[in-house]
């Protein structure tokens, strides 16, 4: 199995900035993709930055963020980072980090997908 940890959120003021880790453990073979997804209060969870293996780590965002958040990774460590600036109140979430590969499985290998546990990001006004 694989795990996902995450960490670095907090309560910061608008305009801030913070930066969210998290980092891939366990039976990892490959990881594909890794992607950052938040759940404001009382709406659904949304993407909010993806970020790929391939490509140099080619990166997309939500429009919403676009200009303010950068998505990083380093493939090596299995670790995915989400700098997020300029923050603004409608950013108060609870961020998810998520991850899409491969896992080591009896002699093979077989897909995966794996979320961390979420952490909370306030921005207050």
């Known amino acids: 199995q694989v795990q996902l940890v995450e960490s670095g959120g907090g309560l910061v003021q608008a305009g801030g900035s913070l930066r969210l880790s998290c980092a891939a453990s366990?039976?990892?073979?490959?990881?594909?993709?890794m992607a950052w997804y938040r759940q404001p209060p009382g709406k659904q969870r949304e993407l909010v930055a993806i970020?790929?293996?391939?490509?140099?780590?080619?990166?997309k965002y939500d429009d919403s963020v676009k200009g303010r958040f950068t998505i990083s990774r380093d493939n090596a460590e299995n670790t995915v980072w989400l700098q997020m600036n300029s923050l603004k109140p409608e950013d108060t979430a609870v961020y998810y980090c998520?991850?899409?590969?491969?896992?080591?499985?009896?002699?093979?290998?077989?897909?995966?997908?794996?979320w961390g546990q979420g952490t909370q990001v306030t921005v207050s006004s």
């Open positions: 998520n991850a899409e590969g491969l896992q080591y499985y009896g002699l093979g290998s077989s897909s995966f997908e794996s």
């Open positions: 970020i790929t293996s391939t490509n140099g780590g080619s990166a």
């Open positions: 366990g039976s990892v073979f490959t990881i594909n993709t």
